[in-house]
């Protein structure tokens, strides 16, 4: 690969690593690189602290794999040709995780995409940057894109926005903006005013922005392929200044239209911040008034308001065409873009025969619902285990007299619809004509850590800090420190805006009928912690059940010592293996009784990935 001029950051060749498992954000990336006709991936790997392997994704419509490791320095050994990092670590771990990416030579641009980074921090980032020649976009910056070349992260949006902004192809007019919002409004301006954006970059609205306007204007102009420079400030700051002088001592000559946003601020009586950290004025020189007569003294050319920004970029993209200066870039159909399959399905567009048919639960709305009733009224209602295995295998509301011994947790854990591996498993089974206890020993073969075992974890988990005298927030920082999760914290789509109803349940009846609820309360305290890193990081429902059984245990007399014991020897699986297999033997019989067919799994749901022919050993 050509060595880069230093003007250009990046190009069709540009490789990235991308910190943190943005999944969408990543496959965003390589839509943009297929409408943009790229022969290879911009996303060389993926650094994912929490898990090691193989992340899929696609390429257009064929499915691809991405390397991902645990650590930045694994990933850089593995991939030296990369050059960029596109950074989403959170506001806490951006220092570390930017100036450990600085002391790697081949990745000389690094894009801070998190909020709420310390100015001292970034300070800190700036002049190790600085120092070492290298690039930094960002904090709190959506990013930047060379257009028909490279993106970083979810810059420009979805790919119906980007096509409109014929993003896919490169145009003429570079700009640089400090607002992420805003550079979708210029790609968009750019586009329906001129031929097109060559290069956007967004600041990021902090303070203390890791390279400036004139960094990225100064790149722009020694760039030949550059025509025309649009600049989009705001109010606050004297980043614009530094243009001001470039353009009277000569350093900026191609075309400039620029505007400082916030003129509306000598309206309001007192200092007004303008959402961004560093979009306030505390001096007159801040103002975005005296920035933009700055700017038009110095022979930038300002519109009057913002309204006519567009107006003067289109008058001046004119006259650049008119004297030849710019030769209108061609447009380029890109090529079809597929919809995922999910999309298309919620949208309603496609239809697919079911593979699967269940009519005893449905776990996909708000609450899971066993023959069509809501757990909560399960619970409520007084079902007991006899009115779940009534709904669950016969289909009926069993008459009291079948309904008499009652133990929540095992209603709670009876099922889980047809889709998790263990129902699937004694479904298969089943409709291969095995009998239900062959076909049950199937389901209940899948019990194990990453199915179930989050009841036996947690309970591990909690008691192991909880018992030794730890506080909730040394559990949180240790169990991180080893990369290892809390079982029984996290959940796939609740959270705390959307609560799990059966959590709330067993909380409930905690509160108000348990003698003890030591390790509840820790685990609640815990909670309280790692939700405020992500609100999905909550108590689930393995969890509680596991923290209550060891608070149960408390309540009936068991010392600390003896409870531990019950732990170790696992008796705590038993819980949600009596529960699942009622729901599993209900999915058993519910096949029989529709007799469904034979299964065999869809090709199309299968990723045929051979090779064309295997590599011969000499």
């Not at 690039?135 to 409109?164: C, E, H, S, Y």
């Not at 922005?209 to 025509?227: C, M, V």
């Not at 909550?538 to 409870?563: A, H, W």
Request: aromatic share 8%; charged share 25%.
């Amino acid at each position: 690969m050509a060595e880069r001029p230093e003007y250009v950051l990046f190009d069709r060749d540009t490789e990235a690593i991308v910190f943190g498992y943005q999944q969408n954000a990543i496959q965003r990336m390589l839509d943009f690189d297929y409408v943009c006709r790229r022969e290879k991936a911009s996303v060389a790997a993926i650094v994912n602290p929490t898990r090691a392997g193989l992340h899929q994704c696609f390429w257009g419509n064929k499915p691809i794999l991405l390397p991902m490791y645990r650590t930045l320095k694994e990933a850089v050994e593995k991939h030296p040709q990369t050059d960029v990092m596109v950074n989403f670590a959170s506001f806490r771990s951006a220092y570390p995780t930017t100036m450990e990416a600085l002391d790697y030579p081949n990745l000389r641009t690094i894009a801070i995409i998190a909020e709420g980074v310390p100015e001292r921090r970034s300070k800190e980032i700036i002049s190790k940057a600085s120092k070492l020649g290298k690039n930094i976009i960002g904090p709190a910056t959506v990013g930047g894109l060379r257009a028909g070349a490279f993106k970083i992260g979810n810059t420009a949006g979805m790919l119906d926005n980007i096509i409109d902004a014929k993003l896919h192809r490169p145009g003429s007019v570079a700009y640089v903006s400090k607002s992420g919002g805003l550079s979708n409004e210029m790609n968009m301006m750019l586009a329906v005013n001129t031929d097109g954006v060559y290069e956007g970059v967004a600041l990021g609205g902090d303070r203390y922005p890791g390279s400036l306007f004139i960094d990225h204007i100064l790149r722009y102009q020694a760039n030949p392929e550059i025509k025309m420079i649009v600049l989009l400030g705001e109010i606050g700051g004297r980043d614009e200044y530094p243009v001001v002088e470039a353009l009277k001592s000569g350093k900026i000559t191609k075309p400039l239209v620029a505007w400082c946003i916030g003129t509306s601020a000598k309206m309001f009586a007192s200092g007004v911040q303008f959402g961004h950290a560093g979009a306030r004025a505390d001096a007159e020189e801040e103002t975005a008034d005296a920035k933009n007569i700055a700017l038009k003294e110095a022979g930038a050319i300002v519109p009057d308001s913002f309204n006519d920004f567009d107006e003067k970029i289109k008058t001046t993209y004119d006259k650049l065409v008119a004297d030849g200066t710019i030769t209108p870039a061609e447009d380029v159909d890109p090529p079809p873009i597929p919809q995922d399959f999910n999309k298309a399905l919620a949208a309603g567009t496609i239809r697919r025969p079911p593979q699967f048919i269940s009519t005893i639960s449905d776990d996909r709305g708000e609450e899971l619902r066993y023959c069509g009733v809501k757990i909560s009224s399960i619970i409520e209602d007084d079902y007991g285990l006899g009115g779940v295995i009534g709904l669950l295998w016969f289909k009926k509301k069993l008459p009291p007299w079948a309904s008499k011994f009652i133990e929540s947790v095992v209603l709670i854990t009876a099922d889980h619809g047809p889709a998790v591996s263990g129902a699937h498993n004694s479904i298969v089974a089943a409709r291969a004509g095995k009998d239900l206890i062959s076909s049950l020993v199937s389901g209940l073969l899948t019990i194990g850590p990453r199915f179930g075992g989050a009841v036996q974890g947690s309970a591990e988990h909690f008691t192991e800090y909880l018992y030794r005298g730890d506080q909730p927030e040394f559990m949180v920082k240790e169990m991180k420190k080893k990369n290892v999760n809390i079982q029984g914290i996290g959940h796939r789509i609740k959270s705390v805006t959307n609560p799990d109803v059966r959590v709330e349940i067993l909380v409930k009846y905690a509160k108000e009928n348990f003698p003890v609820t030591e390790t509840l309360d820790y685990a609640l305290s815990v909670e309280a912690i790692t939700t405020t890193k992500r609100n999905n990081l909550i108590l689930n429902v393995d969890g509680c059940i596991g923290v209550l059984s060891c608070d149960m245990l408390r309540g009936l007399g068991y010392t600390r010592e003896e409870t531990l014991e019950f732990v170790k020897l696992g008796g705590l699986n038993a819980f949600f293996v009596l529960g699942r297999s009622i729901g599993f033997m209900g999915h058993i019989m519910d096949q029989k009784r529709l007799s469904s067919r034979l299964y065999r799994h869809p090709w199309d749901d299968i990723a045929y990935m051979m090779p064309d022919e295997p590599e011969e050993v000499e």
